[in-house]
């Protein structure tokens, strides 16, 4: 029977993996990180791992999942230790990650999450619980009152349900008990993160009580962040290879690649650590940076996932590694970054050669329908803001057009060879009833581009418009690859 790593255990791990070194006994937990999964673990835990490691004990992370206990419950039998395992081509490197000191999930205790947020000790809250946690409406910033959760939340805060909420709840707490609010900092991907979230945190404040709300907007912070760093999903045959390679069975483990990179707004309510000492940007605008690596990483990956996924291309590598796939990658850049105005310190050039070579890296096994989930919260900074930037200049966006035509595609729910997939989206329901409505795929992308949470309505009968809907029926006619192909060769000299 193979040991699990632990407390007890991480001594017999192999001399070439990385462990804490440093007394995870006196590290206080100056952190909290809502929504606790693969990419926090991969990457925001990991900086505060450095940072423990250089001597400042203050950064131990205290964290909370919302939903699933699936994360809880792989590490808590380990002391709260993973694998941090990086790969590159045929290297792979093994670090032990001690930074999270415990995991829990709020909804069992929602009192001591709330408890833990208002510690004296707790000067920075981390998030990452994707663009539906906001539960704010893409299309307007205001709450999503509909949602049952906040509803809740709105209604009474004694057992909060919502990221929000709990931000709320503490605040008040610390508020009364005379302590500074903390630095609130979101890590997803969405543009004006931190604006959002303290649209959010504000909003619901405000309902609660104005003079909480003024306090929270005059002492707290959220500042701007950019986070970015490709993080696949863990699967059966990665623990299995782990535990073959270290002696120890890891539940908890990630994978990931040797690029990491967070950039943060330098807005702070409080103590926060000495972030640049561990390669963190702090900067005093972090917009160009995040319209950068939405616009061309995760713009490109969204178009991979659509694409690829109807094509039956299970992983990203494959698909770059074909001439037509990169060739779309390379004309899609070219449309967004005509969009950008990157700083002085992003050379764009280096930048998206770089990333070729990322998703070129058949190490992570990223695949295209991890990438697929979520699409219409993704979409609007990915390549929609794209779209409109360039139809604003007169600019035809042929590759981006068709990115989002793949989207439209991928609601449909069947994939080029006619098997059936889950669409996993929160406007799923309403995607496939326009589906079930649409005429023909022309009616599908009007009735689609109506959507006002993902399109602008200027966008509607538009060229880019037209231009969207004759490329969905290419691809409802011909299929993903086909369409591809005489993309990429249209666009050539």
Not at 233 to 258: F, H, Q, S, W
Not at 301 to 310: D, E, F, R, T, V
Not at 351 to 357: G, I, T
């Amino acid at each position: 029977m193979t040991l699990r790593l632990g407390e007890s255990t991480v001594e017999h791990l192999p001399g070439d993996v990385e462990r804490p070194a440093y007394d995870r006994a006196a590290m206080r937990r100056g952190v909290v990180h809502l929504g606790i999964g693969a990419f926090h673990r991969a990457h925001q835990a990991a900086v505060f791992d450095d940072l423990l490691g250089r001597g400042d004990m203050r950064w131990g992370v205290r964290a909370a999942s919302f939903r699933s206990p699936a994360t809880r419950d792989a590490m808590a039998p380990q002391d709260g230790l993973y694998s941090l395992v990086v790969r590159d081509g045929a290297e792979e490197r093994v670090r032990v990650i001690g930074a999270v000191a415990d995991v829990l999930l709020a909804p069992e205790n929602p009192s001591e999450l709330v408890k833990a947020l208002a510690a004296p000790e707790t000067h920075l809250v981390t998030l990452t619980v994707t663009e539906k946690g906001y539960k704010l409406d893409p299309a307007t910033g205001a709450l999503i009152e509909a949602d049952s959760d906040l509803a809740s939340d709105l209604a009474v805060l004694h057992a909060p349900k919502t990221a929000p909420g709990f931000l709320v709840a503490a605040l008040a707490l610390r508020r009364e008990r005379g302590l500074a609010p903390f630095t609130a900092i979101s890590c997803d991907n969405l543009p004006e993160n931190g604006r959002r979230l303290e649209a959010a945190v504000l909003a619901m404040a405000g309902r609660r009580d104005p003079v909480l709300r003024d306090w929270i907007a005059e002492k707290g912070a959220f500042p701007q962040t950019m986070v970015d760093r490709i993080v696949p999903a863990t699967d059966a045959a990665d623990i299995e290879r782990l535990a073959a390679r270290t002696g120890l069975l890891d539940r908890a483990m990630v994978k990931t690649e040797p690029f990491t990179q967070w950039v943060i707004e330098d807005r702070f309510a409080g103590e926060r650590p000495d972030f640049e000492a561990v390669g963190v940007q702090v900067t005093a605008d972090v917009a160009p940076w995040e319209t950068a690596k939405l616009r061309l990483l995760n713009g490109a990956h969204s178009g991979i996932a659509y694409l690829g996924a109807l094509a039956g291309i299970e992983f990203v590598d494959r698909f770059v590694m074909a001439d037509t796939g990169s060739a779309f990658v390379e004309a899609l850049w070219d449309e967004a970054e005509a969009t950008l105005a990157p700083p002085a310190e992003l050379d764009i050039a280096a930048y998206r050669r770089a990333l070729m070579a990322r998703f070129a890296n058949a190490a992570l096994g990223h695949r295209t329908r991890q990438i697929a989930m979520d699409g219409s919260q993704k979409l609007p900074q990915r390549l929609v803001a794209s779209l409109v930037a360039r139809q604003d200049r007169g600019l035809a966006s042929p590759m981006t057009s068709l990115a989002i035509a793949a989207w439209m595609r991928w609601q449909a729910g069947r994939c080029d060879d006619g098997t059936r997939h889950a669409v996993d989206d929160p406007l799923a329901d309403r995607t496939a009833a326009i589906w079930a409505a649409a005429a023909d795929p022309d009616d599908a992308a009007r009735r689609l581009l109506a959507i006002e949470a993902i399109f602008p309505p200027a966008l509607a009968g538009s060229p880019a418009a037209d231009e969207i809907a004759g490329w969905l029926g290419e691809l409802v006619r011909n299929g993903a690859a086909a369409t591809l192909a005489a993309a990429v060769r249209d666009q050539r000299p």
